[in-house]
């Protein structure tokens, strides 16, 4: 029997439809493994009686032959994402006691349409990393080993500091781990700077995210509200374009998601890209980028020029001043948006001699060292006197960094394709020094995206000299997530399925 | 431009987070590392640029000035702290 936890998305789909198989069965399967690899931390919470529950709802529904577009999926969601009763902490000890009383709109979608509820995945906290070494849970493990390691020097480790272990990339995790390691059929995540595409990237899986404005942040604890999107990571690139149709769509309660139909993404898939204008540019050529990483990027060049695609070498000028300009906007909109986190209306509460005193020590005690930076450095760059040499400058840069990608998109290019990070993963512990910018390198080729509010598409292109995983990165015209499904298809299945890690933490 | 002790604190106490002696000359290293990478934005020759208000073009969506939700006060205090007669409750703020 085929294992359980190894389908793909669209092949559950199928089977629970042909009820060769049922939810119950396949979310059994998966609550066991999740049990089995809680040493990777990648669910911070499980919720197996909701799961179960909705898994027999599924099965009742598939019999009558009323069945949503996800019927009896298993899925597992970032904690990012309010959850009607189900904690949700943003994975801060400043939520640790919050259980919300709505559930957001994107997974509320999900529900609608049948999918099964495992349980609330790992992330930085509030989504500021690209490790998941921030979150207060502790850091989420890749289920791939680092190179030369045997399984038994694995599970070591895993038992002890977890020092040496690959982190599963960030903010998202939790979600790349748990899909990676056969843990859920699809996670949701959300991206700001690239926190669904580089954890996809560092763990051999798909992630998407989608056009600013595609799915609706409500009920999504806020990073940077004009940044943030909501996302699907899964096996595969058809797995991904199959959640985000129930993912997107227009909410009123989110004035910035728009009112626009969602198509059959899915139908995408396998449509032909012979004609298409696909544009390389040359800054991202970074100094410094590995010859490896190189070789990929024009590999996947070749693979989409075989498909009948057409490359152009193209010129976005303002790419290289996106990482700074990113490291204004995302803090400055952070330190606005969690003020709201004072002790008052929800969450941990630190006593004080009067109110001021209270707010200082619960939100000493309730951030972590790095949200307490970027609150700081944020509150700096909006503060009487700075606000026009910083704020205002970065915003301007950003509408600079819009208009390379406009000029390109004119220019008749249909998409674009980049390298989805600088290297492969490395290992936990390894960039926690003393200077965050090494850190924040990570994100030097998806940042742009969000600048720009472009949908953005990591998939899987092959793995490095020595075994890791590596990613490319599409990037698409507004709203055309689905150029991406087809381009994102081709690659997959010219660089040959991803074999995800055995279970070697059993 | 760079901060320095006095700045830190006058930020930590704007940002209302509570800093300890110890940790203002470790944050004032990270908060420099971070403004002098930022520093090279200066380069960029900005002269009539609008700063992006919003990175889809889309006029600001209005809804009807009308009640369209609430009444359930003790889900609202469900999550504080501390409540009495579904008031949030703080620390004492006038004399």
Sequence with gaps: ?506 | MSVDQATVRRIARLARIAVTDEEVPHLMGELNAMLSFVEQLDEVDVTGVEPMTSVTPMAMKKRADIVTDGGYPETVVANAPMTEDHYFLVPKVVE
């Design chain 1, 1 to 506: 029997m085929t294992d359980l936890t190894h389908m793909t998305l669209a092949d559950a789909r199928d089977a629970l439809k042909a009820r060769t198989i049922s939810s119950v069965e396949l979310t059994k399967a998966h609550l066991a493994a999740m049990e089995v690899a809680r040493p990777l931390g990648a669910y911070v919470l499980e919720t197996p009686d909701q799961a179960l529950a909705m898994a027999k709802a599924s099965d009742e529904k598939i019999a009558k032959g009323d069945a949503g577009a996800l019927e009896g999926i298993p899925l597992g969601i970032k904690d990012l994402y309010a959850t009607k009763g189900v904690r949700t902490t943003a994975c801060s000890n400043i939520l640790a006691n919050f259980v919300p009383k709505y559930e957001s709109t994107v997974s509320s979608q999900l529900w609608r349409d049948g999918a099964v509820m495992l349980g609330k995945l790992s992330n930085d906290e509030f989504a500021m990393g690209s490790s998941n070494e921030s979150s207060a849970f502790g850091p989420a493990v890749s289920p791939w080993t680092p190179p030369n390691w045997t399984a038994d020097k694995a599970k070591s480790a895993l038992a002890g500091d977890k020092k040496g272990l690959l982190v599963p990339g960030g903010s998202s995790g939790g979600s790349a781990s748990a899909v990676a390691a056969g843990l859920c059929l699809g996670a949701t995540a959300t991206d700001t700077g690239g926190s669904i595409r580089q954890p996809a990237a560092f763990t051999g899986t798909a992630g998407i995210k989608p056009t600013y404005g595609r799915c609706s942040r409500w009920g999504i604890v806020a990073f940077a509200s004009s940044l943030d999107q909501a996302g699907p990571i899964a096996r595969t690139v058809r797995d991904t374009a199959i959640m985000l149709r129930s993912m997107a769509g227009h909410d009123p309660k989110d004035t910035t998601s728009v009112d626009r139909a969602v198509p059959d993404y899915e139908a995408a898939i396998g449509r032909s890209v012979k004609g298409m204008k696909i544009g390389i540019p040359k800054e991202y050529r970074v100094e410094g980028m590995s010859a490896e990483i190189d070789a990929l990027w024009t590999k996947g060049a070749d693979m989409l020029r075989a498909a009948g695609a057409e490359i152009v070498e193209i010129s976005l000028p303002h790419t290289k001043y996106a990482l700074p300009a990113y490291y204004i906007v995302a803090p400055a909109e952070a330190s606005s948006n969690l003020a709201r986190y004072d002790g008052v209306r929800y969450g941990v509460r630190v006593p004080g001699k009067d109110i001021t005193d209270m707010y200082e020590k619960t939100r000493a005690a309730g951030f972590g060292p790095e949200v307490r930076r970027r609150i700081m450095i944020g509150t700096y760059v909006l503060s009487a006197g700075y606000y026009d040499a910083y704020y205002v400058r970065a915003q301007q840069i950003r509408t600079l960094i819009k208009q390379d990608f406009e000029k390109a998109y004119a220019a008749g290019v249909d998409a674009v394709l980049t390298p989805a990070t600088p290297s492969p993963a490395f290992g936990i512990g390894e960039k926690s020094g003393a200077d965050p910018v090494e850190m924040y390198l990570n994100d030097v080729f998806t940042v742009t995206v969000n600048m720009a509010g472009l949908p953005g598409l990591a998939v899987p292109a092959g793995l490095s000299a020595e075994g890791l995983p590596l990613g490319l990165q599409l990037i698409g015209r507004p709203f055309d997530e689905e150029t991406l499904f087809s381009l994102g298809e081709v690659i997959e299945q010219a660089a040959g399925r991803t074999t995800l890690p055995t279970r070697w933490w059993a």
